[in-house]
């Protein structure tokens, strides 16, 4: 019995090792996951980029746009969406945009139309 019982605890202890030595593989959704964040802060600084080379940008006002960025690319990503929807969604952008920012930066945002544009679409 004492035999068994040692053949038994034997198995359990060799598959257990030999489970915990496997290779776990990322499956392709959370592989795709990692590529859309990175895919993501690319896009975010990229308009951070093109706005702070236009007008000079406040380390607060930095913070509150890294945030509206993150959510336009995220809401602008979804494929579900109708072209009425991303309009709205760029709307909503625009008028945040301009909330966040100083009448002399509006100004400046408004003498350009096509910065203005591709900050919100």
Same mark, same amino acid.
Do not use: C, W
């Given at each position: 019995?004492?035999?068994?019982?040692?053949?038994?605890?034997?198995?359990?202890?060799?598959?257990?090792?030999?489970?915990?030595?496997q290779k776990k593989v990322a499956t392709p959704a959370q592989q795709q996951e990692t590529i859309d964040r990175e895919a993501l802060k690319k896009a975010v600084m990229k308009d951070i980029t093109t706005l702070s080379e236009n007008m000079e940008i406040s380390d607060s006002q930095l913070t509150n746009l890294k945030g509206?960025?993150?959510?336009?690319?995220?809401?602008?990503?979804?494929?579900?969406?109708? &072209?009425?929807? &991303?309009?709205?969604?760029?709307?909503?952008?625009?008028?945040?945009?301009?909330?966040?920012?100083?009448?002399?930066?509006?100004?400046?945002?408004?003498?350009?139309?096509?910065?203005l544009y591709q900050l919100t679409h």
């Open positions: 019995m004492k035999k068994i019982i040692a053949v038994f605890a034997m198995m359990l202890a060799f598959g257990y090792t030999a489970n915990a030595q509206l960025f993150e959510y336009k690319h995220k809401a602008l990503a979804d494929k579900t969406l109708s &072209k009425e929807e &991303k309009d709205a969604i760029s709307d909503a952008i625009e008028a945040k945009l301009r909330a966040g920012l100083p009448k002399d930066q509006v100004g400046k945002l408004d003498e350009s139309p096509q910065l």
